[in-house]
Every structure is written in structure tokens, then in C-alpha cells.
Nanobody, 124 residues
Framework: QVQLVESGGGLVQAGGSLRLSCAAS????????MGWFRQAPGKEREFVAS????????YYGDSVNGRHTISRDNVKNTVNLQMNSLNPEDTAVYYC?????????????????WGQGTQVTVSS
């Protein structure tokens, strides 16, 4: 069992930055790939970024375009998403997720545990 709690969301102006954090409980954190997804009102959930168990493998969604960086700390059981150059299209609820196994996943069905989400709002 893994429980995930996101933090760091909020309101930011276009061009600004936010750092999202996800705190995980449970002994299997270091054995799971981790990811971030987002969902805007009226839209499907969208892949943002994922990271492998050791942090060496990282994937990003097409919408990221080199602006964000995902990282993890297996001692502190946290995964972070540094988001830069934010624009209003980034407005969404952002979710942290733990994969079903030790792989770097990009599709939501590959994830077993989900956090409650944190709201990110970017004003123009």
C-alpha cells in the first residue's frame, strides 16, 4: 500500500514557476516508478512526467516542452515536479501517482496509486 499526498500548488502568473511535491508513505516507494499527471476541466487526464526507481530515466509529456523537471528522493520518499515558464494552458489539477512496478510509465493504467491532487492555476 502506498499513500500519496501532493503539495505546492497555487496561483501563479504566466511565466512564473511552481514546485510540486509528493510525499509517499509505504515501504515499496523506492521499488516503483513515479509520475505526475494533470487534468483540466472538461479534458482527459494527461501525462506530464515520470521517473524510474533510481531517478536516471525520465519521460515528459508533449506539453512540457523542456520546461519542467521531475526528481525523486528515495530516502525522504518524495517526488517533485519543478515547473517553469508556466502559461494559462497549464492550469489543471496535478496528480502524483505510483506505478504498479519498477518501471518508468507514461500511461495512466500503468499506475496503481494516486494522490488527491493539487490545483495549479496560471493567470494571464
Amino acid at each position: 500500500q502506498v499513500q500519496l499526498v501532493e503539495s505546492g500548488g497555487g496561483l501563479v502568473q504566466a511565466g512564473g514557476s511552481l514546485r510540486l511535491s509528493c510525499a509517499a508513505s509505504g515501504r515499496s516507494f523506492s521499488n516503483r516508478g513515479m509520475g505526475w499527471f494533470r487534468q483540466a476541466p472538461g479534458k482527459e487526464r494527461e501525462f506530464v512526467a515520470s521517473i524510474g526507481t533510481g531517478g536516471g530515466t525520465r519521460y515528459y509529456g508533449d506539453s512540457v516542452n523542456g520546461r519542467h523537471t521531475i526528481s525523486r528522493d528515495n530516502v525522504k520518499n518524495t517526488v517533485n515536479l519543478q515547473m517553469n515558464s508556466l502559461n494559462p494552458e497549464d492550469t489543471a489539477v496535478y496528480y502524483c501517482a505510483a506505478a504498479r512496478g519498477p518501471y518508468t510509465a507514461t500511461r495512466d493504467w500503468e499506475y496503481e496509486y494516486w494522490g488527491q491532487g493539487t490545483q495549479v492555476t496560471v493567470s494571464s
